[in-house]
């Protein structure tokens, strides 16, 4: 489990994924999108920090802002 070193709001927060696209059965364009990580801006706000547990092959990361996970009832 990932943990955050440093406090940060979560709208401060970003997910960091590797994205593969691919193509269905059917031709159609997909994506799949694998979280292996999260970062988080410096105090300063000049740079971040990035927390992975996995490295791409293509070299290629996603960043994207974080959004909590809602409930669904």
Do not use: C
Not at 27 to 51: C, M, Q, T
Not at 60 to 72: F, N, S, Y
């Amino acid at each position: 489990m990932l943990k955050n070193t440093q406090p940060a709001a979560a709208a401060q927060r970003f997910d960091v994924f590797v994205v593969e696209d691919y193509k269905d059965k059917s031709g159609e364009d997909k994506a799949s999108w694998l979280r292996v990580g999260i970062a988080y801006p410096h105090k300063d706000g000049k740079g971040f920090n990035a927390e992975l547990r996995a490295v791409p092959v293509s070299g290629k990361l996603v960043l994207r802002l974080h959004e909590p996970a809602t409930e669904e009832a």
